[in-house]
Structures are given as C-alpha cells and as structure tokens.
C-alpha cells in the first residue's frame, strides 16, 4: 500500500528509476565538445578580420566628427558664461554696496571695482577675473531699452563700459557680440540677470 502511493506521488510505476549521476553527463558533454572542435580549425577569416576593421574605422569617424566642436556653439557658451558673470557682479555690488563695472573691447573683458573715484581690476576675484574671448570679435555692441548705446567694430577703439547698478530693479540692457560665424546677444532684465537671447 505505501508502494502505490509513491507510486502514485512520483506519477509512474513501482520500479526504481535509473538514472546516471550528474557528473557523468557534463563530462560526456564535454568529451564531445572537444572532439567536435577537433576536427575544425582554429583562427579568424580573412573577411571576418576586414568586416571588423571596416567597423572600428566607421566607429572612429563618427566619434571624431561629434567630438570637434562647432564654431556657432563656442560664442553662445561664451555668452552664456558672459551672462552668468554679469549676473554675479550685479549681486556682488549689492552685496558690497560697491560699484562695480564692465569693460569689454574685441579681444577681451574685465571686471572693475570703483571705489573712492579709483578703479580697480578684480584680478584676484575667482569668478570676475580678467577673460579673453576664444575667438576675437568682429562687433561688440551695448544697448539700453532698446537704444544702442555704444558700438565697438575696431580692435583700437575705446573699450565698452557698462557699470552695473547697485539697485535691485535695474534697466533692461543687451550685450551684442559677433565673431564673424555667428551673432549672439545677452540680455538682462530689471533684476539684472542675464540670458542668451534668440537672434
């Protein structure tokens, strides 16, 4: 009676079941395997070798062409970074009730600190130390609510100034600059932050 019932739990008949042991079977795997190889030799094609050097030398272009950078790109992340340190300066002169100004011409810009009717590069400012462009510039241009204050388009002339207010609501100004591939603007609002701007 208990025969039928392992029996019937083991779901076939009473005789004992045979099977080999587990490491008989993975050795008899592997002993095949090995007389399969064998037989073949071993080593690459000479089109598998070309298919692969066809891949690296299509993966290596592409990878150089997305790394160069593109001129457009330079001048917007320089007006971008111009914008960023505009904004800075305009929180640092509230913070320290201290006038502080910007200079640009073509090749360059600067932060000044005015104090006692002298002006003093901020040269030992992290930040709002002394920059020169990557590329130099073919025009540089200020604006205040819409009116061109002053235009630079020749490396001898007089540098721009614009002197950043101390005052938490400000008139909107532009910065415009070119370089030749490309025109960009930064704009600020009447908090005196800046932005790029579409042209």
């Known amino acids: 009676m208990t025969e039928n019932r392992e029996d019937r739990l083991r779901g076939g008949t009473a005789s004992p079941l045979k099977h080999t042991p587990r490491h008989s079977q993975v050795s008899q795997q592997r002993t095949s395997a090995v007389a399969a190889l064998r037989g073949q030799a071993f080593g690459f094609t000479l089109l598998e070798i070309l298919i692969v050097l066809v891949l690296i030398a299509v993966l ?99 540098t721009l100034r614009l002197s950043i207010g101390r005052e938490w609501v400000q008139p909107r100004w532009r910065i415009e600059m070119a370089d030749g591939v490309v025109d960009v603007a930064v704009e600020f609002d009447e908090n005196g932050i800046g932005g790029v701007a579409n042209r």
């Open 60 to 158: 290596t272009s592409v990878i150089s062409l997305s790394t160069a950078r593109d001129p457009r790109q330079s001048l917007t992340e320089q007006a971008q970074r111009l914008g960023l340190l505009l904004t800075l300066a305009s929180d640092e002169t509230r913070i320290r009730q201290q006038p502080i100004s910007w200079e640009g011409d073509l090749k360059g810009y600067r932060f000044l600190s005015e104090a006692g009717g002298e002006r003093r590069l901020l040269g030992d400012d992290d930040l709002l130390h002394e920059r020169a462009w990557q590329r130099p510039l073919t025009r540089l241009a200020i604006s205040r609510e819409g009116q061109l204050q002053q235009a630079l388009l020749s490396p001898d002339a007089a």
